[in-house]
């Protein structure tokens, strides 16, 4: 089997914020990057071109990045006509730079005027950290579990001290409506990084729950005096901290 690797020779703006675009090209420590959340830049002219008849067994699609803040996330999509409809490959947030290749063959069926360069695009999306949690999240208070969206500054939830469930208020609150990636576990969707407690120890959910979905809605953060938090299924989640 031949194995073709390209990297695209073209790239245009689909939402302002990416410098230098074009140093995305090629793997040589010279990156484009962003300041700027919801940042979107298109990728094209890969440049394939296979003798009619090529059999096509396998199709990955490449990406090498990493992002400066816990919670950022930098999202990989690949359109198959032309930039009109995207499929998301990977939502990731890597805090040291790597490059890794994901498996789409199963997604259709390959032929190669779709991998043609009238017809394949790829899309970085960046989004910058929140490390929030969805609308309707319960998290577990003295009264019972209630949405986070009802929870103020001062009052109470349940946390975790020393192994033992305690009371703790509620210091600090923030809201943002915004699309984003959402990682679901044990019932909590995050909206950026959070440490969790799993094993007996605090863990990026991230690295428990890579796999992401779109969510566009309100996000909201609360931070405890006590430093944590009980969401569903007794998962104990840290305030957030961008480390
Ligand atoms: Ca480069």
Not at 6 to 14: E, F, R
Not at 26 to 43: E, I
Not at 59 to 70: K, N, W
Not at 176 to 204: I, P, Q, R, S
């Amino acid at each position: 089997m031949t194995v073709t690797t390209n990297s695209p020779s073209s790239t245009y703006v689909i939402t302002a914020g990416w410098t230098n675009p074009t140093d995305a090209y090629s793997s040589d420590n010279v990156r484009t990057y962003t300041p700027t959340t919801t940042a979107a830049q298109g990728y094209g002219n890969y440049g394939f071109s296979f003798a009619a008849g090529t059999v096509i067994d396998k199709v990955e699609f490449g990406i090498e990045r990493y992002t400066s803040a816990s919670g950022d996330t930098i999202s990989l999509y690949y359109s198959v006509d032309g930039g009109t409809s995207w499929t998301l490959v990977t939502s990731s947030t890597p805090t040291s730079e790597t490059l890794d290749y994901y498996d789409r063959t199963a997604d259709r069926t390959w032929t190669l005027d779709l991998l043609s360069d009238a017809n394949l695009k790829t899309k970085i999306l960046a989004y910058l950290a929140s490390g929030c949690l969805i609308e309707g999240t319960k998290i577990l208070t003295p009264e019972g579990p209630k949405n986070i969206e009802e929870l103020n500054v001062g009052d109470y939830v349940v946390g975790n001290e020393n192994g033992r469930k305690v009371f703790s208020k509620i210091k600090a609150k923030t809201t943002h409506f915004l699309k984003t990636m959402c990682h679901e576990y044990k019932g909590t969707g995050f909206a950026g990084n959070h440490k969790v407690w799993v094993d007996g120890e605090w863990k990026n959910v991230y690295d428990i729950q890579p796999n992401a979905r779109e969510y566009e809605g309100f996000i909201y953060n609360i931070e405890t005096e006590l430093g944590n938090y009980y969401g569903e299924n007794d998962l104990l989640i840290h305030n957030l901290t961008k480390t």
